[in-house]
T-cell receptor, first 113, second 112 residues
Framework: DGGITQSPKYLFRKEGQNVTLSCEQN?????MYWYRQDPGQGLRLIYY???????QKGDIAEGYSVSREKKESFPLTVTSAQKNPTAFYLC????????????FGDGTRLSIL | SQQGEEDPQALSIQEGENATMNCSYK?????LQWYRQNSGRGLVHLIL?????REKHSGRLRVTLDTSKKSSSLLITASRAADTASYFC????????????FGDGTTLTVKP
């Protein structure tokens, strides 16, 4: 079955540490996205990518970095510069950015140790 | 800033009743999408309605779009306990970037 796989499901970060969240899709989608969700709130866009080797900042990119070396993969690194990283992180993909429904993974919950 | 804003924030109904959620937005859109999120899970796409459409149905779901009022509604008929979830609208921008922007959602509780 095609879909989006996020790993790990739970992640803990120590002070000053960078952590990387994995997102892989086998839907052959061109566009991929990373969102942050805080409790009781909606999704805020961190980064998005329309094609391989290209990505753009979303609304809250500070303290995060991404890469898009392969069509299937869009890893997100939460750097030590992100002072409040505790949140639920969701990865999504779509056939065409903004014009088609997004398919979501089941998220990674990041907490601070 | 959030584009779509859902109303109400929370809704509690009995099984069998209908549930209506509303979404308002501010700028020109290409399409509007509704998603469901069960607790601790990712979002699941329900319906996409394009800016030139006024109404769309899918099973027990009915979505309307009024571009003159910049608003949309999601109606779930004959609700079931399994419909308990958060529901989000997302607006697809009518620009080259074409980003989608999500609202804060409506939390629906359906009591058996």
């Amino acid at each position: 079955d095609g879909g989006i796989t996020q790993s790990p499901k739970y992640l803990f970060r120590k002070e000053g540490q960078n952590v990387t969240l994995s997102c892989e899709q086998n839907l052959n989608h061109d566009a991929m996205y990373w969102y942050r969700q805080d409790p009781g709130q909606g999704l805020r866009l961190i980064y998005y990518s329309q094609i391989v080797n290209d990505f753009q900042k979303g609304d809250i990119a500070e303290g995060y970095s991404v890469s898009r070396e392969k069509k299937e993969s869009f890893p997100l690194t939460v750097t030590s510069a992100q002072k409040n990283p505790t949140a639920f992180y969701l990865c999504a993909s779509s056939l065409m950015q903004g014009r088609q429904p997004q398919h979501f993974g089941d998220g990674t919950r990041l907490s601070i140790l | 800033s959030q584009q779509g804003e859902e109303d109400p924030q929370a809704l509690s109904i009995q099984e069998g009743e209908n549930a209506t959620m509303n979404c308002s937005y501010k700028t020109s859109i290409n399409n509007l999408q509704w998603y469901r999120q069960n607790s601790g899970r990712g979002l699941v796409h329900l319906i996409l309605i394009r800016s030139n459409e006024r109404e769309k149905h899918s099973g027990r779901l009915r979505v309307t779009l009024d571009t003159s009022k910049k608003s949309s509604s999601l109606l779930i008929t004959a609700s079931r306990a399994a419909d308990t979830a958060s529901y989000f609208c997302a607006t697809g921008e009518n620009t080259n970037a074409g980003k989608s922007t999500f609202g804060d959602g409506t939390t629906l509780t359906v009591k058996p």
